[in-house]
């Protein structure tokens, strides 16, 4: 069992930007989808489902192939990840 | 290899006893991830869940429609979640990874499930079969290398 310390991947400017969000800032947006900008710098629209954030990209001005897609929770459940098939 | 920083979830208070008393955050292991369909449209999840819980790859139920992607005939497949069936459909897609020092992309059939995912789940079809995963919990970063089956294409920033 190896127990050299291997180094970190830099954060990548998304994360690095997007985790400067405050929840404060993040509050109007809870329990919808939200689209950043592919620098994690801001948000460009958000709405209850991704259909709708489509058209409010696009609305915005923006290319929904160049908007960074993720869900807003700010209270979540522990999760058990993952589902049952069948 | 492609590495990939846990990331943080908020934590409902009060923090459970799991973690430490007033804890905000926990981390998860995730990945950005772009989803492309048949003409070439995509779309680009910032954060979706490495599950080795979940046999599938499974995203929004609405993502085949803005990525023109078609769906295969119905399979009678549900997605039991939290207690609740809802259906499953299938499509053809690819996948892409991009991080600072590779990419790698790859097809895969996929599911996709009107089930209120807040995230994607990476499971195994499709995804983690196509890897060799090292969950390296201490440092919060998952470490992907291709392996055997792997169907695609890896290219390393230089």
Sequence with gaps: MSTVKRPLPPLTEYETNRDQFTIEQLEPYNGQWVAFSMDGKRIVAAAPDLLELDQKVVAAGENPENVALQFIDLSPDISPGGGQFG | MLEFHYRPEQVKSPSPPSLPPRTKFRLRPMAAVRILGAGGKSRYFAEALFDTGSVEV????TTPIAIGAALLPSSGHQLHWHGTPYPLRFASVELQFITATASCRWSAVVGFSSAPLKYPLLGIAGCLEFFDTTFRGEDGVVELSPNG???????LVT
């Design chain 2, 58 to 61: 499974v995203f929004p139920w």
């Design chain 2, 149 to 155: 089956k792997f169907p695609g294409s890896l290219k």
